[in-house]
């Protein structure tokens, strides 16, 4: 399985994928704004766009749809419910349901509503010695999670982190709809100021960002990203959800608590 990421070069800072079977060099092409960059990609590395993923139904997950349509014919699969919205959807999907590409790749479809209440990640298990992936437009970000501002719901999203993003191993490597690292970083680091790792982090790649921010496993991210550590005393506590008190307040709290200040922050 070949995964090139490629960078959109705009104000969202957002990421497109292909995703190419080495055997057929056919290749899915997910969330395309920037479609002559993803065009552009493609011929670089000879490999043939025969289907286009939307995870969602926002603009700057779908804007280059129509462009890539017309330069190669490929259908468009994304979540049924938000086909009407899309336009132009071949294929409506479900959680559950599998995406294959070529000869040899296999993505499974995660129901991953939140930032949007039908939004689709899709997950490779491990495949020909290469680690699962995950790709998870603005459900999960580095060191952060999707807002729920435009027609999500920050209840749905704390049971997409803890029923779905939870069972997932910590070798995933996590692919992300935009490059918000640095800036998570930053609200890791308020959250929860002795977080080393998170420290160390944020010095090592202050000076890349967009093209160049590495990729990141799951394991990473439970150690960087407070809104899959719902457990550190430290954050709860910098909340105000339990000052001076022993009592451990819910997760589901904490993940609105962090979700509502990130807002804001």
């Not at 002559?36 to 603009?59: K, Y």
């Not at 093209?211 to 910098?238: K, M």
Request: net charge neutral; aromatic share 6%.
């Amino acid at each position: 399985m070949l995964i090139e990421r490629i960078w959109a070069d705009n104000d969202g800072r957002n990421y497109h994928y292909l995703v190419a079977c080495e055997a057929t060099r056919e290749a899915l092409l997910i969330d395309p704004l920037n479609a002559e960059a993803c065009l552009a990609r493609a011929r670089e590395l000879d490999v043939r766009i025969t289907q286009i993923f939307n995870t969602h139904e926002h603009r700057d997950h779908t804007g280059g749809n129509a462009a890539v349509v017309a330069a190669t014919g490929a259908p468009v699969l994304a979540h049924a419910g938000a086909a009407e919205r899309i336009g132009g959807v071949s294929r409506g999907l479900h959680g559950g349901d599998l995406v294959r590409v070529g000869s040899t790749v296999e993505l499974h479809c995660l129901d991953t509503p939140g930032h949007t209440r039908t939004h689709l990640c899709l997950y490779a298990d491990s495949q020909a010695g290469a680690p699962p992936a995950l790709f998870c437009g603005d459900t999960l970000f580095n060191a952060g999670a999707g807002n729920c501002l435009h027609g999500g719901d920050p209840q749905l999203l704390y049971e997409t982190f803890v029923d779905r993003l939870a069972r997932l191993p910590d070798g995933a490597r996590v692919f992300p709809g935009h490059d918000y690292l640095l800036r998570n970083l930053g609200f890791t680091l308020d959250r929860e100021p002795s977080n080393s790792v998170a420290k160390e982090m944020a010095r090592r790649y202050a000076e890349l960002s967009g093209p160049r921010t590495p990729i990141l496993t799951l394991g990473q991210e439970r150690q960087i990203n407070v809104f899959l550590r719902l457990g550190s005393p430290e954050i709860s506590a910098r909340l105000g959800l339990a000052p001076g008190s022993s009592a451990t307040p819910a997760p589901r709290e904490v993940f609105l608590a962090l979700r509502a200040l990130r807002n804001r922050w």
